[in-house]
Each structure stands twice: as structure tokens, then as C-alpha cells.
């Protein structure tokens, strides 16, 4: 009797462990129909934005900014024949030019690059330099993005944009082909009017607003730079430009010091051999 009496108890524990069992994998399979699909990852993310925003970059102050070293930003306008100009190189002289800084070591850099590095202390490649053009001219699609891209360079193009399809200017296409190209597209107002004239509300509409937006419809993406008309600037109208461009270029002005990110400095380049324009970019850029 007492092997029989045993086995009745080993057979109702084994039945019990069996219910519990089962309300185990009935729990569980509520548990999971409650928890939404993928809810692993959304927990996951969570804590990944979280980090995110533990990280953040915290930017430069203007003080900061104004103490970096500046980075050489050449200027170009016409690329063509002609006499000598300070606003005038030839298609040879510019080849020339593109193939000394390539062979130098130099990287052509972005405003994006720039930026990153001016306000949150990014690095720059070795040796970097920016390639402007200023005024919508054809040969700047025609001629120097080719050339550029020949050499593994990449060119930021400021638009006037009243000069849209116009004779011996680019078209909206080549515009939006640059920017395909990996170039980057920047404006350079309306017609060309200074900074220094726009007095009223209507002014920055017509030279800045309104030719931003278009710009940005045919490139389809932001345009987030500017070069000033004749280089020109004054303190009121960089503070009035940061509203709507993360930098500004200049010419030869200087930098106003409460507002740098708005007053990058270029140096316009002529007609001159390749060493010529190596020994201005030191002069003016110490490096």
C-alpha cells in the first residue's frame, strides 16, 4: 500500500506542476499580445535619444568663433579671355590653379564643413580650402565645375538671380545640375544691390526672402549661404542676415567680431600663375 500511496502523490504533484505550468505560457502569451510589436526597439530608441540629447553639441560663443583660424576661401568671377583683370582669369590660368591645389595637398571643403568646424570644433581635413564664384556666369558651369571635378574639387556657387537664363549666365538647370554635381548652391541677392541699401522691410524681401525661396525651389534643398554684392557689409545687415543663412561672405573686409559667422573673409582671384595665387593665399590666410 505504501508504493501505491506514493505514486498517487507523485502523480498529483506532477499534475499540478502541469496546471501551473500552463498558466505560465497562457500569462506569458497575454503578456505578449499586450505588448505592442517592436516595443524591444521603441525602448531601445528611447534610450537613444535620450543619450542624444545628453550629448548635444553645445556651439561656440561669437568670441570663440572669431578666434578660430581662417580657412582660405578663394573668390572667382569671369573665367574667360580678355584683358587683365582683378575680376578675370582665363580658362588656362583657372586649370592651373585647380591642379596646384590638388597636387599641393589641398582639400576643397563645404560651407556645411565650415560651419561645423567654426561652431562645434568639427575637424577639417588637411590643408582645406573653399572655391567660391560669385555672379551666375555660364563658364561657371560650363568651364569650372568640370575642371573642379576633374581634380576631385567641389565649388560653392553664389547666384545674383535676376541673371536666371539669361545670355551668358547659367540656366535654372545648370544651377540645379551644380547642385547634383555635389556643389554647393549660395546666393548673392537679387541684382546685385548692397547689403548697405536695404533700408526697409520691402528691400530684404526683394534682395533676400523672396530669391531664396525660388533659388531653394530649384536646387530642392535649403540655401543656407551668402556672398555679399561687392563684398560690401555693415554690422546691421550681417545681424539681419543671420535670420537667414548659418555664414556670409566677404571680400578683403574685416571681420566684425560680434557676428563672424556673417562676415567669412574670401580673397578675389586674378589673372596669375599658380604660384602667385599659393603666395597670396599665405599672405592673406597664413597658410
Not at 568671377?77 to 582665363?90: A, C, L, M, T
Not at 571635378?149 to 547659367?170: A, C, D, P
Not at 530649384?218 to 543663412?245: C, M, Q, R, T
Amino acid at each position: 500500500m505504501i508504493p501505491i500511496q506514493k505514486n498517487k502523490m507523485r502523480r498529483k504533484y506532477i499534475l499540478i506542476c502541469a496546471v501551473f505550468l500552463g498558466l505560465a505560457v497562457v500569462s506569458c502569451n497575454h503578456a505578449n499580445k499586450r505588448q505592442p510589436a517592436g516595443s524591444s526597439r521603441t525602448v531601445i530608441n528611447a534610450v537613444a535619444v535620450k543619450d542624444s540629447v545628453v550629448v548635444k553639441q553645445v556651439e561656440n560663443t561669437a568670441a570663440q568663433v572669431y578666434a578660430k583660424p581662417e580657412v582660405p576661401v578663394l573668390c572667382y568671377h569671369r573665367i574667360s579671355e580678355g584683358p587683365k583683370s582683378d575680376y578675370r582669369v582665363s580658362p588656362a590660368t583657372f586649370t592651373s590653379h585647380m591642379k596646384m591645389l590638388a597636387d599641393s595637398g589641398y582639400h576643397s571643403i563645404t560651407p556645411d564643413q565650415l560651419y561645423d568646424f567654426l561652431v562645434f570644433n568639427k575637424n577639417l581635413p588637411e590643408k582645406p580650402v573653399m572655391i567660391t564664384f560669385d555672379d551666375s556666369r555660364v563658364e561657371h558651369s560650363e568651364i569650372a565645375a568640370p575642371v573642379m571635378e576633374k581634380y576631385g574639387l567641389r565649388g560653392i556657387f553664389f547666384i545674383m538671380t535676376i541673371t536666371y537664363n539669361k545670355k551668358n549666365y547659367m540656366t535654372t538647370d545648370q544651377v540645379n545640375q551644380l547642385a547634383k554635381a555635389g556643389h554647393t548652391i549660395g546666393l548673392h541677392s537679387w541684382d546685385h544691390t548692397m547689403v548697405t541699401k536695404y533700408k526697409e522691410a520691402a528691400d530684404w524681401q526683394k534682395q533676400v526672402a523672396d530669391p531664396k525661396k525660388k533659388l531653394e525651389g530649384i536646387v530642392g534643398k535649403p540655401v543656407e549661404y551668402w556672398a555679399y554684392p561687392n563684398g560690401v557689409y555693415d554690422h546691421n545687415g550681417a545681424e539681419e542676415l543671420s535670420k537667414y543663412f548659418k555664414l556670409s561672405f566677404t571680400l578683403y573686409s574685416k571681420r566684425d567680431s560680434a557676428v563672424p559667422l556673417q562676415t567669412v573673409r574670401r580673397m578675389i582671384v586674378p589673372e596669375c600663375t599658380s604660384q602667385g595665387l599659393l603666395k597670396s593665399m599665405h599672405r592673406t590666410f597664413g597658410k
